[in-house]
Structures are given as C-alpha cells and as structure tokens.
C-alpha cells in the first residue's frame, strides 16, 4: 500500500519465506517501485510506495536444496491504460511460451514467440533480457530460454517464463512463472 517502503516489503518476505520452511535463499528479494521498477534487478531501498505506481517483486526460496524463482508485478490502485496494455500483452506472450513447453522444443523458439507477441503490441524495444532459465540446485542453469540459446527442453527441466516491459513513463511489468516439463507438456508450479 502507499507508504510502506521497498525494504518494508523485502523484510516481510523473508520472515514468511523463513516462516513457511525455505532454508536459505537462493537470491536475495527484491522489490522495485515506479521509475526503480525500470531495472530488470536492484536492490530494495527505503522508497516509499506511491498510488499508481508499479511494484515489481522477485523472490525465491530454497527447500531440500533446490531453488524456486517467482515474480510477481503489483499495481497500486487502477491501473493506467498504458499499464493494462502492457499486461496484457505479456499474459498473451507468457500464454503462447507457456503452450510451447514440453520435450524437444528448442528454447531460441520459446523465445521467438515472446518475442514475437511484444512485437506485435509495440513493447518489443522494451523488452530488455531473455525469456527466462532452467533452475534447480541453482537458481539460473540451463536451459537458456534466449534468442541465442542452443538448448533443447527435456523431461524433467523445471524452467522459469518471466519476459518483462520496462518503460521509463510507466515503470516496470514482469511476472515470471515456473514450469515442470512433463513428458507431454508442462505443469505449472507457481500459483502466487
């Protein structure tokens, strides 16, 4: 809500992370608010959260030793119309990279059709790292999900889909999701 700060976020992450069982961290949370959340990655500071604004929150735990990886993209209040295209445009992105997953796809594919999708609303140029990564024992290992990625999915992978708009006048958009790939497809892990 407005007021509270980044690192206010952060902390209340951690303690309920720590609360429901996650032994470490594979990375440290962040929080990013307004013109912050243009960044892909920072570090939460003592801003304050206004109305309007975009918050974007990237936090994992580490249980039994593997990692999970989750982001999930806050509007304070209604959003603008900007910020609903944009929205709208990654869940129609992230919906088709989502259908794609499962064994002998190739990840530089993945990456095409999301690239492809925010092409076509116009956030293509904002679109500013790659579509996402494998994660286990680590929180980023293969597969790539890039445009230069030479990775085929496998049986077993758990990868992440997590492309994201950055837009100085608007702020930051970007959920990312973890998938299992099955043997006929993929099961999505996170339902935050």
Known sequence: KPGVTEKDIQVE?????????????????FVLSGQRAVQPHGKPVN??????ESVIIDFGAKVQGYSSDITR?????????RQKEISIALKKACDAASIMLKPGVKCSN???VVRYYLKKY??????LHSTGHGLGLKVHESPSI??????????GMVVTIEPGIYIEAVG?????????ITATGAKKLTSL
């Open 13 to 29: 992450l951690i303690y309920w992370m720590r609360k429901l069982g996650s032994e470490e961290f594979p990375f440290e949370p």
């Open 47 to 52: 801003k304050k959260l206004k109305q309007g």
């Open 73 to 81: 993209t806050i509007i304070l209040g209604e959003p603008s119309k």
């Open 110 to 112: 993945i990456d095409l």
């Open 122 to 127: 116009g956030f293509d140029k904002y679109f």
């Open 146 to 155: 890039s445009s230069k990625s030479k990775d085929t999915l496998k049986e």
């Open 172 to 180: 930051g958009i970007r959920n990312e999701d973890m998938f299992l």
